[in-house]
């Protein structure tokens, strides 16, 4: 599977922004899905993921309430859509496919990852 992430920028605190990551090579509505970010110096931490369906959804405790991930497997993309921005969510974005049905929040449950889409919040 190879993933391609997109839609990342600058936006100022309180902004938004929604990634895309594009999917291919595989059968994307049978791989679970999931965001992760690195900020400089930190380590890789998991923000969000999603079943095959899209019906159970995980997030982590920093961004509960303020992002939200979902899928469109007709287009193979998973988005991940980032409201009420904080400066401590700057960081490089990841998206990462698992082709089993059981969700992961590390990123060791992860084999197949996109490269990094750079999000910038300023103050």
């Known amino acids: 599977v190879q993933l391609q992430a997109s839609g990342g920028g600058l936006v100022q605190a309180g902004g938004s922004l929604r990634l895309s990551c594009a999917a291919s090579g595989g059968t994307f509505s049978r791989h679970v899905m999931g965001w992760f970010r690195q900020a400089p110096g930190k380590e890789r931490e998991f923000v969000a993921a999603?079943?095959?369906?899209?019906?159970?959804?995980y997030y982590g405790d920093s961004v509960k309430g303020r992002f939200t991930i979902s899928r469109d497997n007709a287009k193979n993309t998973v988005y991940l859509q980032m409201n009420s921005l904080k400066p401590e969510d700057t960081a490089a974005y990841y998206c990462?496919?698992?082709?089993?049905?059981?969700?992961?929040?590390?990123?060791?449950?992860?084999?197949?990852w996109g490269q990094g889409t750079l999000v910038t919040v300023s103050s």
């Open positions: 990462a496919a698992r082709s089993t049905s059981s969700m992961s929040t590390t990123k060791s449950g992860y084999p197949y």
């Open positions: 999603i079943s095959w369906g899209g019906l159970t959804t």
